[in-house]
């Protein structure tokens, strides 16, 4: 079936270290890809998203590239800040089930 | 807008007891959907409503477990009989009805604790 594989946490950067959390999926057909970001105490937040081949999602500094030949979207981004210290979890979803299936999360820790 | 609103936000129980929660969508989105979340894991899809019907069950959703979305505002999701694995986050997250689930807006989920 359907899943999406990310890389293991915790992943400690230092401020203004550059950031890549690995995701990779198995899909028949061709899903929709997100980022969703977890702060402390707080719900699932919508980071970015792309929904065919080769788009790029950017949002606060942050980037994925839907990659098909790979089934990649792995999360960049240049100088993360303490503030983006959280948990992010790659997802997938497909027009036919309106369901999302979820990665098992990367916890990011930026020390200052 | 004031977001996906959940109650309570945390809920501990003794086994064996009943307990129900309650989602309040974004007004005017059309589909609803709930999530459970365990320890150190992602997300997992439990069931969705368009408006007052529920469309899809996952096979996580025992008999124990029953979710209504009556006049497709609010839902519930009631636990009967609760185990210590029933112990999760459990999410509730809408859209609107022309953006499938590209944009799911998550609520703060509710902390269940079984003891």
């Known amino acids: 079936g359907d899943s999406v594989t990310q890389m293991e946490g915790p992943v400690t950067l230092s401020e203004e270290a550059f950031l890549t959390i690995n995701c990779t999926y198995t899909?028949?057909?061709?899903?929709?890809l997100f980022w969703y970001v977890q702060y402390p105490g707080e719900g699932l937040q919508l980071l970015l998203k792309?929904?065919?081949?080769?788009d790029k999602g950017s949002n606060k500094g942050f980037e994925a590239t839907y990659r098909k030949e790979t089934t990649s979207f792995h999360l960049e981004k240049g100088s993360v800040q303490v503030s983006d210290s959280a948990v992010y979890f790659c997802?997938?979803?497909?027009?036919?089930?309106?369901?999302?299936?979820f990665g098992s999360g990367t916890r990011l820790l930026v020390r200052p | 807008d004031t977001g996906v609103s959940q109650n309570p936000r945390h809920k501990i129980t003794k086994r064996g007891q009943n307990v129900t929660f309650r989602c309040d969508p974004i007004?005017?989105?059309?589909?609803l959907y709930w999530y459970r979340q365990t320890l150190g894991q992602g997300p997992e899809f439990l069931t969705y409503?368009?408006?007052?019907?529920?469309?899809?069950k996952s096979r996580l959703l025992s008999d124990r477990f029953s979710a209504e979305r009556p006049k497709g505002s609010f839902s519930t999701l009631e636990i009967q009989r609760t185990e210590q694995g029933d112990s999760a986050m459990y999410l509730c997250?809408?859209?609107?009805?022309?953006?499938?689930?590209?944009?799911?807006?998550f609520g703060q989920g509710t902390r269940l604790t079984v003891v």
């Open positions: 997250a809408s859209s609107p009805v022309n953006r499938g689930n590209t944009e799911a807006f």
């Open positions: 899909a028949t057909g061709y899903p929709s």
């Open positions: 792309a929904t065919k081949a080769d």
């Open positions: 997802a997938l979803g497909m027009d036919s089930s309106y369901k999302l299936i």
């Open positions: 007004s005017e989105h059309n589909r």
């Open positions: 409503f368009q408006n007052e019907a529920q469309l899809e």
